[in-house]
């Protein structure tokens, strides 16, 4: 019988290995490779010689059953090695054995129990290779039990790549998960404790497979303008890139203004733009520029935004070119314009649209002014200036405020009233002090977030 033969063979070979002390030096990775059939000679799973392929037990490893019952077997196929040794630390880890792999190469897997590393006293061993008839890596002997006692630390074992492809999906859905609760999660769901720092990896990893590398992002940033414009035709999309001295062009900024918003703002909303910037936070640091109008329900109506590296004039001014053509407000005649008073802004502002009436941003007033006044008097006094809808009503106002707190009155004094106190706007802007909020910027960020 050709297994009698194979049998024979191997106890021969293996004879005269252990015999010879000069070839025992010179080979020994095989004389380890048969001394250990010989040691396993017993062992219904060795009778198999090691090098050849298994056609009696040759079952396909599955990878999508579930992590924690994959279990190597004798015979098995695997893909590659890395498919086996995936399959190997999912079987380690849901059963508490810690494992090293001896030999990894690209022709041989030997993997030993982790627990000790020079003594070889636990029996556990799996040996796999490339099958002969075609290319599948095949475990080819194992001997599976353990003789040391269980033991849930992996180290480098269970990488931060490991826990990410077994978390991603409660990262999709919680992506804000704190690094502690994190590490809880792992505890709970693989009995290991991992370092923070360890968890933070994992997250990123995880986050990275989520949202796919930044940079596969910005290289198909042309196919989405031209989707914008395929599906949303007369939409204005602009993308800024600028050309490194290594040749290649890289991301600079993104204008979109879609042909229903602005046909919309033009058709149905007053004349009045907010102006915010807001920081990204994601994955890519950058800024989001906004222009905002007030629908005739009063709520927050997005016109075009911009994705730009910084907020400064020059973005600002590109910015607002293309959302003047946009809603066809050249010069900025008849128009409000509402913002903050950053610099770059306000530079912006007077050279695109000179003839815009500008003005602040009451929240911003207020919040700044809060820092140095605090308390219930001065915020009623402050929001009643703003209020007012008359001059002497205003002046008034400010008189309490004075008899109050002279630093108070000089610092709002100090602050341009005209530009935000409803006693001094034109009827056309006259309703805007509370309504545009230093939140717009956010709450388009959001809005685009749901919308992509
Ligand atoms: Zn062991």
Known sequence: MPMDYEREKVITVSFQSVKDPFLTKLFEDEYEFFGEKDEYVDDLVHLEDDENDIFCSNSVHDPTIEWNLMEPKVGEKYQNFSQLKNCLINYVVAHGYPLRFEKLVSTRLVARCGRDTDKKECDFRLYASWMNTE??????????KHSCSRKFTFGHLVSPQWIASHLVKEIVFNPSIKLKELRELI??????????SKCNRAKHKAMVMIEGKASDHYARIWDY????????PGSTVQVGVNLNPDGKHYFYRFYVCFHALKTGWI????????????????QVKGQLLTAIGRDANNQVYPICWVMVNIENKQNWKWFLELLSEDVGVQEGGGLTVISDQHKGLLEAVKEVLPNAEHRQCV???YADFKKSYKGEEYKDLFWAAAGCTVEPEFISVMERLKAIDVGAYEYLMSH???SWSRAYF???CARLNKGMSNSNATKVDEFVNQSG
């Open 363 to 365: 929240r911003h007033i």
């Open 426 to 428: 034109c009827q056309d």
């Open 135 to 144: 290319r599948t890596v095949q475990v080819k002997s194992m001997k599976k």
């Open 187 to 196: 505890r709970t769901k693989f009995k290991i404790t991992l370092s923070l």
């Open 225 to 232: 303008a031209a989707e914008i414009q395929r599906s949303n």
């Open 267 to 282: 058709a149905g909303c007053r004349r009045v733009i907010g102006l915010d910037g807001c920081f990204l936070k994601g």
């Open 416 to 418: 341009n009233p005209s």
